[in-house]
């Protein structure tokens, strides 16, 4: 394994938490474009009617300030990602290692040729494909699909969206890209709290899903509410989430409507 950097560009909600029009945002923005910024630096401020007590945006990350978007009120930071990436082992002779030995190579050839592991082994993947398809079966039939121009109250959710709903089963940053401006993504998996970022970069209208993780729901919540225009929304797994996919999609404040 070795390390690799990704660059990945987010984008935080500035008019929408200090309740300014995104032309305006300039005027409350304390960075610059091409500035470095930390975690907890100060990225806005806007003071009260009375002047008071003062709201302060503080960044959720480490980067770059690339862009400031008066057009959707958000500024765009450049974060640097490291990821790992697997590394072919090779020995002396330049042969890809296996991680088995020689001696456990050679047994397996000569069971291999007796034919009776190669046959043992079909018939498990054959038993376990059996078990999936039924259990996937069984899935697909405690599934519903939602008609259209129906209203559906989601478990949970916050914000509001509009676009055609793009099925991905697992969603991560690493996924997101331009083409998906205006969409609404459909996932299995509840999307960590940089992916929100970055889908708000690229014009991601909303993100649904149907887990149950009610801790991570909070925290995530709490995390992103009134920080990002993507809307959110969590669902039922009892709903066939792949339904959605192709259809107009509409998240408001926890409700779908399907058009």
Do not use: W
């Not at 969603?171 to 996932?187: A, G, H, T, V």
């Not at 909303?206 to 920080?227: A, D, Q, V």
């Amino acid at each position: 394994m070795q390390r690799k950097t990704y660059e990945q560009t987010i984008a935080i909600d500035i008019s929408g938490p200090l309740k300014i029009k995104a032309k305006d945002i300039s005027k409350y923005l304390v960075i610059s474009i091409g500035e470095q910024i930390n975690e907890e630096s100060v990225l806005a401020k806007k003071k009260s009617f009375l002047g008071v007590d003062k709201i302060e945006i503080r960044s959720p990350v480490e980067g770059t300030v690339s862009n400031i978007d008066t057009e959707k009120g958000v500024i765009l930071v450049s974060v640097q990602e490291i990821g790992m990436e697997e590394e072919d082992s090779k020995d002396e002779l330049g042969h890809k290692e296996t991680g088995h030995s020689s001696n456990e190579i050679t047994n397996y050839e000569l069971r291999k040729e007796n034919g009776e592991e190669e046959e043992k082994k079909k018939q498990e993947i054959d038993e376990e494909v059996e078990i999936e398809v039924n259990k996937r079966a069984e899935k697909i039939q405690k599934t519903k699909k939602i008609n259209s121009s129906v209203k559906t109250r989601g478990l949970d959710g916050f914000g509001d969206g509009k676009g055609i709903g793009l099925y991905i089963e697992k969603f991560n940053s690493r996924k997101i890209s331009s083409e998906m401006r205006d969409l609404i993504i459909i996932c299995d998996n509840l999307p960590e709290i940089k992916v929100f970022y970055k889908a708000s970069a690229v014009g991601i209208e909303g993100i649904i899903c149907n887990t149950r993780n009610e801790g991570k729901i909070e925290k995530l919540k709490k995390e992103m509410e009134n920080k990002t225009h993507v809307g959110f929304l969590v669902l039922s797994n009892e709903i066939d989430l792949k339904s959605l996919h192709g259809r107009m999609l509409e998240i408001d404040n926890g409700v779908l409507e399907v058009e």
